[in-house]
Antibody, heavy 123, light 105 residues
Framework: QVQLVQSGGGVVQPGGSLRLSCAAS????????MHWVRQAPGKALEWVAV????????DHAVSVQGRFSVSRDTSKNTLYLQMNSLRVEDAAVYYC????????????????WGQGTIVTVSS | VVLTQSPATLSLSPGERATLSCRAG??????LAWYQQKPGQAPRLLIY???NRATGIPARFSGSGSGTDFTLTISSLEPEDFAVYYC????????FGPGTKVDLK
């Protein structure tokens, strides 16, 4: 069964760090680009970053550039989002999502989603 | 490229036809997708590349359009279709629209 199971998240103070995990099953992370998408309370979806399937490229939204990084562990088939220098405006539900086409980069359509994990940034 | 969606809210009854609009600020060709999101759930891909239904999506959902104007049509609303719908393009980076809420009249 193709699925993404997320873990991590929680409450952190402004300026703090947090790491989110996204464990994939039913497919290999080596084959698909993998994205992080977030949704602030009551707001629309916002794309955060993508890890290309070739393993050599990462693209970030301007809002998180220099603070967030994406990595993967192919032995665990798990994707990570390391979030540093967190701001109040980073508070959201964070989703990992699979790119819809198995290409070496990514297409930018999301066909499989994790269940989401809540990040709260508050003093 | 900014996306705008209209209306913000659409109040309809089961069995009625729903027509949702998405407009792009610039030409996005047919690189547009539609997602459905219910409260407390992750989004679900409905339509990709403007008019292709994703796997397992019922035939009552259809997408059309190209360039800057796109439409998602639900031919006859089922009770489970009341949700928020987002359009999303993938030109120069994925961008989502603000959403249209389809609620019960």
């Amino acid at each position: 069964q193709v699925q993404l199971v997320q873990s991590g998240g929680g409450v952190v103070q402004p300026g703090g760090s947090l790491r989110l995990s996204c464990a994939a099953s039913g497919f290999s992370l080596n084959t698909f680009g993998m994205h992080w998408v977030r949704q602030a309370p009551g707001k629309a979806l916002e794309w955060v970053a993508v890890f290309w399937s070739d393993g050599n490229h990462i693209d970030h939204a301007v809002s998180v550039q220099g603070r967030f990084s994406v990595s993967r562990d192919t032995s665990k088939n798990t994707l990570y989002l390391q979030m540093n220098s967190l701001r109040v405006e980073d508070a959201a539900v964070y989703y990992c999502a699979r790119d819809s086409v198995p290409v070496w980069s990514y297409v930018g359509t999301f066909d499989i989603w994790g269940q989401g994990t809540i990040v709260t940034v508050s003093s | 490229v900014v996306l705008t969606q209209s209306p913000a809210t659409l109040s309809l009854s089961p069995g009625e036809r729903a027509t949702l609009s998405c407009r792009a600020g610039q030409n996005v060709n047919n690189f547009l997708a539609w997602y459905q999101q219910k409260p407390g759930q992750a989004p679900r891909l409905l339509i990709y590349d403007a008019s292709n239904r994703a796997t397992g999506i019922p035939a009552r959902f259809s997408g059309s359009g190209s360039g800057t104007d796109f439409t998602l049509t639900i031919s006859s609303l089922e009770p489970e279709d009341f949700a928020v719908y987002y359009c999303q393009h993938r030109v120069g980076g994925p961008i989502f629209g603000p959403g249209t809420k389809v609620d019960l009249k």
